[in-house]
């Protein structure tokens, strides 16, 4: 199985920790990985602004840079989200297609194709999960507290192999942060509140790490705490499932 | 000071208005608040029921099937409802609804008449329009009551006056129904609204509802409301008007179980709405009339993106569960219907007004997940998005920059260096750079860059 590796733009300037994370976790599970160096961005920050029509470069760049793996995963929800559901080609149209069916977020490629039923990584420490919207909502990554429908999270299926971490809950267990990509700036009262109240929802129920499967929302929350000089950290999932030893 | 900032983020948008709710954060909290223990309420409501999903994709579908032959339905009504004795009028649009009800006043010579609570009536500003015609019109739903007193439209389509804390309803009842200074014990208030408004309901001569639900096959509609002011209103008036969207109709009487079950459980956690009123003749002596209202809802049925925002039922549990809703309150969306399903339906009646609403959302989907006839409102706020840059309704500067990183993300090398180049890559993104003016450091920190990619690493270390 030969899995191309996708680290989104801001992953890959902000937060490389995240992507090497990934990559060794990967590697370690057996995989053979590849960093396909021509890769940059999925569109969605011009397809969310109304711009999908200016994405055309950006999937073809990504079709030619994933097209020959088996499986593409990134450590990010939101930018899979957006190429399952609108990577398109121009110049090879069959091949973006087939590919929208073989990219994955990271936590689900570990549940759902890896199916891994144990993991060994060592992680002490008190840690609330952030449930991001569109791994959320668009991939399912677990059950959304609006459905009348069985419970599950694949995220803390995942969590819980890891030794010593214990995983606090929340009073809202799946709001928002309000990143939101342009509606960060756009909307900047709205974002920041929304920011705001989910960082408190786990600082109160004593949270010493939040962590989730998508970075974007992580940042967000990242930097309300920061501001806040609070001690609490952020962490992406595939850093703390590849943690310890 | 404030004047200016607001002016120059615009008053008029949703961005500038939340950003002023903003300004007290005890009372965005408290709003907040108060809305998610509606939302609660909800899923308690809806937790109870096991058969929930199923309903709500029954209610889908038969809408689904509604809209697809939504002539033939209305015909048949028609058809049922003049064999019933009522008068039915047909207004194309706002101007031709409000008119048709200032005749039927001038016919009967009333210039005072009394209103249940109509989302319609608030998306034609028919007060607006009768009080320049002279006609007083008392809204008889306390919270519509409420917010008519304030002079004020309402911010939510359930909960007129959520925006409004008690202390403000007494200070209002102080000035307009003679209640004492300070007094705010809700029971007080209450009561004081209920003689008000009995007078009223007693006096006045035409009274007009809304309607929730037209049932084809019979001629009859349906009213829910909560304080059975929609029923003291047409049971004692002389002539009942009932103003409804052409996309109420639903086939069949047996239908009504699918909606009254999902109705007051979405809307409110009840089971069932206190009053489910039936209305299909007019009683001995009584003058019925129903204004079927298209206003733009014929062209929204054209557009097949965005067609299923017609089987909205106004339940707002949309507003209810949207965290933006909750935190910039509905007058920010300044439309008759806020929240997520006002930011779909506002743009089909003027793209340019409403051009930024499909943006006052983080695309979260909570909306769509809650919504009991599965509108799927996210992906039509997304596809919105695309109409409005597409015609031209978004600034130059966003486009200019939106171009900029389109070309940034085409050119991988390009990328590759102007991320070497200290991140200068991320002024394209949304995050932009750490400055006073740029409005993400206002409450937040950048991220600290590190001292290389993820590309840097991987090419020293596994090349």
């Known amino acids: ?245 | 000071m404030v004047k200016e900032e607001t002016q120059h983020k615009g008053l008029t948008e949703h961005s500038g208005l939340a950003d002023i709710f903003n300004r007290d954060e005890q009372r965005v909290n408290w709003h907040d608040e108060t809305l998610w223990f509606v939302r609660s309420k909800r899923d308690k409501a809806a937790h109870s029921l096991p058969e929930w999903e199923l309903l709500r994709e029954t209610a889908s579908q038969i809408k689904h099937n509604v809209l697809s032959d939504l002539d033939t339905y209305l015909q048949q009504f028609e058809e049922q409802a003049l064999i019933n004795g009522v008068t039915v009028h047909w207004a194309a649009d706002a101007r031709e609804h409000n008119q048709i009800v200032h005749s039927i006043l001038k016919k009967h010579e009333i210039n005072r008449m009394v209103k249940s609570k109509s989302m319609l009536t608030e998306e034609c500003h028919l007060n607006e329009y009768l009080k320049e015609h002279g006609v007083e019109v008392i809204d008889t739903d306390l919270g519509e009551r409420i917010v008519q007193l304030a002079e004020e439209p309402p911010s939510h389509i359930v909960l007129p006056c959520i925006h409004k804390k008690k202390e403000e309803i007494g200070e209002l009842f102080h000035t307009h129904l003679g209640t004492a200074a300070g007094e705010s014990d809700p029971q007080v208030l209450t009561e004081a609204a209920r003689q008000h408004l009995r007078e009223s309901f007693l006096t006045r001569r035409l009274a007009l509802t809304g309607v929730n639900f037209a049932v084809a096959e019979t001629g009859e509609f349906v009213v829910c409301t909560n304080e059975g002011n929609a029923d003291m209103g047409s049971h004692l008036a002389d002539v009942h008007i009932a103003s409804m969207g052409i996309e109420k109709i639903i086939p069949r009487r047996k239908d009504l179980g699918f909606f009254l079950r999902l109705l007051a459980r979405s809307a409110t956690g009840q089971p069932i709405t206190t009053y489910s009123s039936h209305f299909r003749k007019p009683r001995a002596g009584q003058e019925m009339h129903i204004i079927l209202v298209d206003n733009g809802r014929t062209v929204q049925l054209g557009r097949e993106d965005f067609r299923n925002s017609l089987k909205c039922i106004r339940c707002g549990a949309c507003m209810n569960t949207c965290p933006v809703y909750r935190r910039s309150g509905g007058h920010s969306y300044h439309n008759a219907i806020a929240g997520p399903i006002g930011s779909i339906l506002a743009p089909n009646l003027d793209m340019k007004a409403y051009a930024d609403l499909p943006f006052a959302s983080t695309l979260c989907g909570s909306c769509s997940n809650v919504c009991p006839v599965k509108i799927d409102i996210h992906d039509q706020l997304y596809k919105w998005r695309q109409v409005l840059v597409k015609e031209g309704h978004v600034s130059p500067v966003k486009a200019m920059g939106m171009k900029a990183m389109a070309f940034t993300f085409a050119m991988p090398r390009f990328f590759a260096f102007a991320g070497k180049a200290g991140r200068v890559v991320m002024k394209y993104l949304p995050f932009v750079v750490s400055n006073k003016l740029n409005p993400w450091y206002k409450e937040r920190e950048m991220p600290k860059p590190p001292k290389e990619s993820f590309r840097e690493w991987y090419k020293r270390e596994r090349r």
Not at chain 1, 107 to 116: N, P, R
Not at chain 1, 189 to 199: H, L, T
Request: proline share 4%.
């Open chain 1, 1 to 245: 199985m030969k899995v191309g590796l996708f680290v989104p733009c801001y992953v890959d300037q902000f937060y490389p920790q995240a992507g090497i994370a990934t990559l060794e976790l990967l590697e370690k599970l057996g995989v053979e990985v590849e960093f396909p160096e021509r890769q940059t961005c999925c569109g969605q920050p011009m397809a969310n602004s109304g711009f999908s029509h200016l994405t055309g470069d950006c999937d073809e760049l990504f079709t030619e840079s994933f097209a020959g793996y088996d499986y593409v995963v990134a450590p990010s929800g939101s930018c899979v989200l957006h190429l399952k559901e609108h990577l398109h080609s121009k110049k090879n149209p069959s091949a973006a297609e087939d590919l929208r069916g073989r990219i994955y977020e990271l936590v689900e490629f570990l549940t759902d194709i890896l199916q891994i039923k144990s993991l060994k990584a060592r992680f002490p420490h008190k840690v609330g999960v952030h449930q991001s919207c569109h791994g959320l909502r668009g991939l399912h990554l677990s059950q959304m507290s609006e459905l009348v429908a069985p419970g599950f999270s694949k995220p803390e299926y995942l969590l819980n192999f890891v030794e010593g971490i214990e995983l606090i809950s929340l009073n809202r267990k799946d709001e928002c942060c309000g990143f939101g990509g342009t509606f960060c700036v756009a909307e900047e009262a709205v974002s920041s509140k929304m920011g705001k109240d989910r960082v408190s929802d786990h600082v109160q129920n004593g949270a010493e790490y939040i962590t989730g499967a998508d970075l974007s929302c992580l940042m967000h929350m990242e930097g309300i705490l920061k501001r806040q000089k609070s001690g609490v950290k952020v962490l992406h999932i595939a850093e703390i499932l590849n943690a310890g030893e």
